[in-house]
Every structure is written in C-alpha cells, then in structure tokens.
C-alpha cells in the first residue's frame, strides 16, 4: 500500500501537536489549570500590610529621588574603593584557578581521572551558594574583604571552568589536530591549536564574570565580607535611604560602564 | 623509506577501516590513494601519522617502527611526517606566519613557542616558503581572511617548514574549485620534486590524480586491490574500486588536460 498523492491533495494540513497524544496533552492542560487555581487560592494577601508597605515604599521613593552622597560620602567610597579591589582581586585569581581546571573539564583533551576531578571541583564551586560559602569563610576568617575576596574567587572557578570546558569540548577538531600532527608538544598544542580557538569566549566570560563579581560584592558585605554591601547594610540599618539611593546609583552606574565596556570588548576580539 | 606492513585498524565500533594493508613508498615518490568514501584513505594516513592507533601491524619510516613508539619518540617522528589537510585545518584566528612556524613546534621549546621567538633560520625558511607558494605580501594577515586556495598553500608551507622525509596530504583539492584544484596539486607535486619528498596523496578526484602522479593505489573496504601506473586504470579497474559507471569519459580527459598545460 503505497502513500498516492490524490489522497493528500484538497486536505487541509495543520502542525502536529507538540505531545501527539491526546488524553496526555489533554490531561496535562487540565492539570496545569487546576495547579495554578488551588496556587492563587493558598496565596493569603492582607490588604492592610500591602497599604502599609507601600506607605512605607513612598517614603523609600521619596528618600531616592534625593541621593544623598555627601553626609556619608568618606563612608561610601571606602565601600566602594574596597568593593573594586574584591571585584578584581576576585576575578584575576579566579580566571587564573579555572583555566587549567577548565582544560582538566574537557572531555575531549584530559584523560578521564583528570576529567572526574576537574568536574568535581567545578560542581561543588557551583553547588554551593555564594551567601553561603560567604556565611562559611565570614566565620573562618572574621568579617571583612578577605572573606568576599576568598568566596569570589571560588565562585568564579565553577562559572567559568564550566562554561570554558565547554567552548573547548566544541572547538574544531581538526585545527588541533593539524598542530599535533607537527610533533609539537601537549603544552604547544594547547597554546596554539586550542587556545586561539577559545579565546574570544575567554576574554568575554572574563568580563562577564568581573560585572558578576562586582554585582556579588554588593550581596556578600550584607553577612558580613566587606565591601559596598556592608555600607549599604548599616545604611539600611540607620533607615538613611537618601543614603541608600546614592549607594544603589553608583552600584547601577558601576555596572552599566562595566556592561558597556564588556559589549566593546567583546566586539574587538571576534 | 616508508613501509607498511599489514596495517590493520578496527574501531570501536567495530568498523574494519583497514586490513592487513602492504604498502611500501620509496624516496621522493608521489602517490595517489583512491577509493570511495569510507574506504579507509583518512585512516590509513593517520596511521602513519598516528593520529589514529592503528590496531595491529606496523609502520615504519627509515626503519623505524612508528606503530611502537612512546610518547617523547612518537612526537620526534612525527616532525618527519608533514601532514595537509583537507579544509586545511589552518588554526583560523592565528596569523599566516604563526600558522606557518606552527610547523617547528616540534623543534623549539615551549617557552620560545609561547613567545612567538621562533629561531632566526626558522623564520627566515618561513618566509622562504611563503614566498615559494606565493603569499609573501600575506604573512601578517589572520588565516581565516584568506581564500580557500590560499590557505591550502599555507597548509602546504606549514607541512614543508617540519623539514619532512613524507608528505601525507588528505584530500587537498576537496574543497577547491578546479582551477585551484589543479594549482594546489602542481604545487605539492613540484615541491616534493624538488626536494626528493615521498608522498601519500588521498584524492576523491581520480582525473586529477592520473595528471600529476606516477604511481596509483586504490583502496576498498580497507584492501588494496589496485596498485599501478596511471595508464593502468582502466574502465574495469575503476569498477573493481568504485563500482559500476560508465569510466571511458574519466580516463579518456587524461590525453586533454595534459595538453591543455598551465591551467
């Protein structure tokens, strides 16, 4: 029995549905509608909190539209000055840590021990947390930039270990190959038939990661690591948000340039 | 020079990409491997080159056993083997003379490598052989600026810097127009002449391949079953190696493109 075109021909054709089968689509969107009514259902919503926190949001508003960044400025700038130096303090040691941990994590160049242990590290850096291994190194090593520092830098490793190994699973095997087949050794081989590859992906990972760092240094001094975020912390604390305003703006400021710079960068190594 | 004795290579998938191949290249001889996709042309020259491993039997250049050497030997021998490679494999973001001086890896330590200070006679044949295939004016330019002809006269000089007893060339014209095609192969063809290289030349394009070589080796299934003269290749031959088609229009353009000269 062989498929004729007459049988096709004056029929309409519609896109097959994404699930074919229809009790399971059916009983899937059934499903879904029921979930979403029972979620909205548990929601209780006190209607005189939400009148209170938005009194209190004005207040928050009206304190924004008037940064102060004089009455605390000393205060400020030792924040920020500090919140810098973990950024990129953070992000040398870091990409320095996760280059051969990255070409450990590549299946495609290590032998497997290598390979199991590269993405062990890369796992547990990525599994934990930063708040929380900033808690940890904060009861270590006592408050201060030292714990930011520390827990950056480990955070960096599982971010960009992971995303380099990858770039380097993808690269093109036969460019490598053709630099092996010179006799160079393992070390030549990586400088020039792997590196030149991944570079690009390299360097714009790197300044992604500086932009994330400094985002991160923010978040970590409010337990306690230093930087920015502790003097965002007590500024809150003091309920000085013209403060807080003028501290959010030099943080959102710091990362636009930092996102214009990497958008240029990136553009210059294609 | 080069001689292969019973070459067997079984991938893991259980593919026989060679079998008990017998292969022996005198100095300064240019052959061409034919035979179908898949017949086993790549494997064979990889493992010469031991990019593959082959299973079992061995190679040997100038009486040594490739098949058999560590590490630290493999890597010395291979600095006698020049490889080029069909899509040319040039390591596109670096520039012409890096690709080029990639070729004397195998001769200078890592930190001069990772410097770029290459030595001066190194650099000097660089651009020597840039000059020969005609892309002096090119050197500082990135690879992946370059036409598909120009980067396999790169490949080329890449392979020839190594200083090489072989050349083992994968499919250099696969991507090139005919013209170029042809170029490429003169070039290669001129260059082992005058520098008394031996080479194992894989090629799809059996026309091309009676135009420049003395010797002709065809390949199916991982065996050779044709191993001759250009003028051998007759229409019975052909079949044997690739199956039925009508051979008489292939063979009989020879007598036309030699005549026709510089293309």
């Known amino acids: 029995m062989s498929v004729a075109i007459e049988d096709y021909v004056g029929k309409r054709w519609r896109k097959p549905h994404f699930i074919s089968n229809p009790i399971l689509r059916w009983s899937l969107i059934i499903i879904t509608i029921i979930y979403l009514i029972l979620a909205i259902g548990s929601l209780e919503v006190r209607w005189e909190r939400v009148y209170l926190g938005l009194e209190r949001g004005w207040r928050f508003i009206v304190g924004f539209s008037q940064p102060d960044f004089t009455s605390r400025w000393s205060d400020i700038y030792e924040g920020m000055v500090e919140s810098v130096i973990i950024t990129v303090t953070s992000t040398i040691v ?3 840590i996760s280059i051969p941990v990255a070409l450990g994590a590549a299946s495609n160049i290590a032998p497997l021990p290598v390979y199991l242990v590269c993405r062990t590290i890369i796992s547990v850096s990525r599994a934990l947390n930063e708040i929380i291994v900033a808690i940890l190194l904060v009861a270590i090593f006592g408050f201060g930039p030292l714990a930011g520092f520390l827990t950056l830098s480990f955070a960096t490793i599982g971010f960009l270990a992971k995303l380099l190994a990858e770039d380097i699973e993808d690269m093109n095997k036969s460019q490598a190959e053709a630099v092996r087949s010179t006799g160079a050794s393992w070390l030549q081989w990586v400088n020039f038939g792997v590196q030149p590859q991944v ?5 714009g990972l790197s300044i992604y990661r500086l932009d994330i760092n400094f985002r991160e240094s923010a978040v970590l001094g409010l337990v306690g690591a230093g930087g920015i975020g502790a003097t965002l912390n007590t500024a809150f604390d003091r309920y000085e948000f013209d403060t807080v305003a003028a501290i959010l703006i030099m943080i959102i400021a710091t990362v636009m340039v930092l996102e214009f710079l990497s958008g240029f960068i990136r553009a210059k190594v294609q | 020079m080069l001689k292969l004795e019973k070459l067997t290579k079984i991938y893991k998938t259980g593919d026989k990409a060679l079998s008990d191949v017998d292969l022996e290249v005198p100095k300064g001889q240019v052959i061409a491997l034919i035979g179908p996709s898949g017949a086993g042309k790549s494997t064979l020259i990889r493992c010469v080159n031991r990019l593959v ?7 040997i250049l100038d009486g040594v056993d490739i098949t058999s050497l560590g590490a630290g030997g493999l890597r010395r021998e291979r600095r006698r083997m020049g490889m080029i490679f069909q899509e040319y494999a ?9 690709n080029v001086l990639s070729g004397r890896l195998g001769y200078v330590g890592f930190l001069r490598s990772f410097l770029r200070k290459f030595p001066q006679s190194d650099v000097d044949e660089a651009f020597r052989l840039l000059d020969r295939v005609g892309l002096l004016h090119m050197a500082d330019k990135r690879a992946d600026e370059l036409s598909g002809g120009q980067r396999q006269r790169v490949g080329i000089a890449r392979a020839l810097i190594q200083n090489p007893a072989v050349l083992l060339v994968d499919e250099p014209t696969a991507s090139l127009d005919p013209k170029t095609s042809r170029q490429i192969m003169r ?3 001129e260059l082992c002449e005058e520098r008394g290289l031996a080479a194992i030349i894989n090629i799809h394009d059996v026309n091309l391949a009676m135009m420049f070589v003395q010797r002709v080796v065809g390949l199916e299934s991982g065996r050779i079953i044709f191993d001759g003269t250009p003028n051998q290749l007759t229409p019975d031959v052909l079949t044997s190696i690739y199956g039925e088609e009508d051979w008489e229009a292939t063979i ?4 036309d ?3 026709e000269g510089d293309a």
């Open chain 1, 94 to 96: 870091g990409i320095a």
């Open chain 2, 252 to 255: 009989e353009k020879v007598e």
């Open chain 1, 199 to 203: 570079m690009p992906r390299l360097i």
């Open chain 2, 90 to 98: 040039l390591v596109e973001r670096l520039s012409v003379m890096e």
């Open chain 2, 257 to 259: 493109d030699d005549e």
């Open chain 2, 187 to 189: 070039l290669i063809c």
């Open chain 2, 53 to 59: 491993t082959p299973t079992s039997g061995s190679a």
